[in-house]
């Protein structure tokens, strides 16, 4: 038979897609409301009218897939979903213009999660008074700090989100949006009035005693220990990039923080124990619940925490009901549940990967079980009873493998989209890595929490939490191993082209990267300790440059990374230093901690050049005296002017006039067509005569509002613009990117700024 001329096994895929899909949703109807509920969230993200659009269309493809209760269930909850979304993202986008630049402000609010830090700590909290109370803000204060629960109040500021200002940088602003975040709000310098209630006491000393218990008999700052407590109870390790990274690139970062794989591990091992002590299956789930709540309470309820809870609460659930359990269904339930109640949660990239990770999981499994069929098929010829005791346990062991890689190889390929657009990364490694980090994970999770059951019993706690120190090691040179594997690991948007990149940073902290694309890279200046860990690591990681060198241009604390962070983060073999005497202990640090390290230090007044990659040549146009210890770090800055092809870029951080005098005065050439300029805190700089003897066409200049000597005065950028000089004011343009295109030109471009500044090749 045919249609119109048309054979019917041309029409037979179209169908058995039709019926696989309408099978599909009367299995799990739960998760297939939920997908609708996703569509619907994503549409009104874009406008309101778009997600009602979706709801009704959805409505009509649910009533062609499973009758009208299904056409009905798809568009009411697509429908309300978008209500809520539209409510609370109204609500938070009133505040955040109604908050932002409010001063003076005496704000009372209670603290939704443990406040980070010590002497200046942060949390998120709720506002409990005036026009905007209910909405969340990121508090910003001093003092000791509170806990989740406590009731805060003091006197400040409200400020704006704060926005990305250099290319690559993590975008706070979108990541506090995504936490319901609608404004920051600084405290000032009083400390703020803590109410801290009997339960939130409570909660906190038991949280608090669980961290100590964990790593009794390990040495705080170990590297054991961080590993321990980021695994156990989620406690990301301060100043561990380089730790991180090997887990990152490994693909088994969800393995260094608490996730749902850590929440389903404590089931798996309650399970378990209750299974060895003959407890029965429906009450084994009763008493699996506590565990598993409790478990996500005291590591913090993070996200994927709270959401693999409540999944296991629903799967577990089926048990107790005596229902075949389905783990989309429960996915579904949870993931319906959490957008119904707020769609923002839809945007934050943990609770995408947590969700999505699952889904592939339970829907690729299969899938990917093909590709390692292999492994579990027993010898041709050989029936179970001929097989002897260690070729039956040989053919176990390969169907676990085969599993633990199939459920590998769908988490990897379900996740992989996600971690490209999040974090520009590709780990196929990650199914092979996973293989030996899970169970070491899973090793090192039960170590954790018998040292804490054993904690009454010192000397025994301490000898398991010791042991557990070397499972950690292991877990980390694991992480090492895998993440050095030649092609492990992609990383997305690498900058190829040759650039100069100049960083825009926070209370007058300096960095510059030039990078070849290619064949190296070198830091000149690394910001503050601050700055280098949460706007110059993020960059680099996210275009994959690498430095091998450093250049400082002075001993400032704002120039120098925090020395050892920057060499632990980074593969730094050479270092060019401006002084060889100072009193910041952190330039000491630079000069007596990187040789240790391996790192080979030269010095600006034993130095003329440096080859830079990519052709280019670093000139060393002044040494500070080197006698000056006493004096201001900004009175010894190095003057260094970058050859790059044809083109001079003069660096001069935050020199003032009376370090200008000293470079006239020896008489070199300064000329340059682009000054990088900071700002001196107490001396004037680029004075008339230096700028003679520049003659620069475009001044790049750091201008920060806080604090005020570190601000620019207008008439001083309307000065320079009358000499004829173009002026890209930081302030404005953010970060700035410096590239020689094909035809010799110089581009500059500022990452906020609408038009680059280009400069015609002579």
Same mark, same amino acid.
């Given at each position: ?253 969800? %393995?260094? &923080?608490? $996730?749902?794989?850590?929440? @389903?591990? !404590? *089931? /798996? ?132 493998? %085969?599993? &633990?890689? $199939?459920?590998?190889?769908? @988490?990897? !390929? *379900? /996740? ?136 400082? $241009? ?6 120098? *990374? ?201």
């Amino acid at each position: 038979m045919s249609f119109n001329g048309a054979p019917t096994s041309m029409w037979k895929p179209g169908y058995c897609m039709i019926g696989w899909l309408r099978r599909f949703v009367v299995r799990h109807p739960l998760f297939a409301v939920a997908v609708a509920v996703v569509i619907c969230v994503l549409a009104a993200h874009i406008h309101p009218w778009w997600g009602c659009a979706a709801g009704a269309v959805l409505a009509c493809a649910g009533f062609l897939t499973g009758g009208w209760r299904m056409g009905l269930a798809w568009g009411c909850c697509g429908c309300l979903a978008v209500g809520v979304y539209a409510v609370r993202d109204g609500s938070q986008r009133a505040a955040e213009q109604g908050l932002a630049g409010s001063l003076g402000c005496l704000v009372k609010a209670r603290v939704l999660k443990d406040a980070r830090g010590e002497r200046y700590w942060v949390a998120p909290v709720e506002l409990l008074d005036g026009g905007f109370a209910g909405e969340n803000v990121w508090w910003e204060g001093r003092g000791e700090a509170p806990v989740a629960g406590a009731v805060i109040t003091a006197r400040g500021d409200f400020m704006p989100l704060p926005q990305a200002r250099n290319p690559g940088e993590f975008d706070r602003a979108a990541w506090l949006r995504s936490l319901g975040v609608s404004a920051v709000f600084h405290a000032g310098n009083l400390e703020s009035e803590v109410e801290t209630g009997r339960l939130s006491a409570l909660g906190a000393q038991i949280r608090h005693g669980f961290r100590e218990r964990v790593t009794a008999g390990l040495p705080t700052d170990s590297r054991e220990a961080a590993v321990i407590r980021a695994v156990v109870i989620g406690e990301q390790p301060p100043d561990a990039d380089a730790l991180i990274a090997a887990f990152r690139n490994s693909g088994t970062l969800h %393995a260094f &923080s608490v $996730s749902g794989l850590h929440v @389903a591990m !404590v *089931g /798996s091992i309650g399970w378990l124990l209750l299974g060895w002590l003959g407890v029965p299956r429906r009450w084994a789930v009763v008493a699996l619940l506590p565990l598993i709540f409790g478990y996500s309470w005291i590591t913090g309820n993070s996200a994927p925490a709270v959401r693999s809870a409540w999944m296991a609460a629903v799967f577990l659930g089926a048990f107790a009901f005596r229902r075949r359990p389905d783990l989309l269904n429960a996915l579904g339930a949870v993931l319906l549940a959490a957008l119904l109640w707020d769609g923002r949660l839809l945007f934050m990239p943990g609770v995408q990967l947590s969700y999505g990770v699952v889904a592939a999981i339970a829907v690729g499994t299969s899938w990917a079980a093909r590709t390692f069929a292999w492994m579990e098929t027993p010898e041709l010829y050989l029936p179970d009873r001929m097989m002897t005791r260690w070729q039956k346990c040989w053919l176990s062991w390969r169907k676990k493998i %085969a599993q &633990s890689l $199939s459920v590998s190889l769908a @988490a990897g !390929v *379900g /996740s992989a989209p996600l971690t490209a657009y999040h974090f520009g990364l590709i780990t196929p490694i990650s199914v092979l890595a996973g293989l030996v980090l899970i169970p070491l994970v899973f090793i090192l999770l039960v170590a954790g929490l018998l040292g804490v059951a054993l904690s009454p019993l010192a000397p025994v706690s301490r000898f398991v939490n010791r042991v557990n120190g070397q499972v950690a090691n292991a877990s980390v040179v694991s992480a090492e191993f895998f993440a050095a594997i030649p092609g492990g690991h992609w990383q997305l948007g690498r900058e190829i082209r040759p650039t100069l990149q100049v960083y825009d940073l926070d209370h007058g902290a300096g960095a510059s990267v030039f990078s070849s694309g290619s064949d190296g890279a070198v830091l000149i200046d690394c910001a503050d300790a601050q700055g280098f860990k949460n706007r110059l690591m993020p960059s680099l990681r996210r275009f994959g440059i690498e430095p091998d060198s450093v250049v400082l $241009s002075h001993p400032d604390g704002g120039h120098l *990374g925090g020395a050892g962070a920057v060499w632990s983060a980074l593969p730094i073999r050479q270092v060019l230093m401006p002084v060889r005497l100072s009193r910041s202990p952190t330039y000491r640090s630079w000069m007596i901690d990187a040789p240790k390290a391996g790192i080979r230090l030269c010095y600006a007044d034993s130095t003329r050049s440096l080859p830079f990659p990519d052709g280019a040549t670093l000139e060393v146009l002044h040494a500070p005296d080197a006698d000056g210890q006493s004096s201001l770090a900004d009175d010894r800055v190095a003057l260094y002017r970058l050859h790059w092809h044809g083109w001079k870029i003069l660096f001069t951080s935050d020199a003032g006039m009376a370090t200008e005098r000293k470079a006239l005065a020896s008489g070199n050439d300064l000329s340059a067509d682009v000054i990088i300029a900071g700002c001196h805190r107490t001396d004037l700089s680029l004075g008339d005569a230096f700028m003679d003897a520049v003659h620069p066409q475009v001044i790049i200049a750091s201008n920060n509002l806080f604090p005020l000597a570190e601000r620019r005065d207008p008439n001083t950028f309307a000065y320079w613009k009358s000499r004829g000089i173009r002026v890209v004011d930081q302030a404005e343009s953010g970060g700035v990117t410096l590239r020689v295109d094909d035809s010799g030109d110089l581009r500059i471009e500022g990452f906020l700024s609408a038009s680059p500044v280009i400069l015609k090749a002579r």
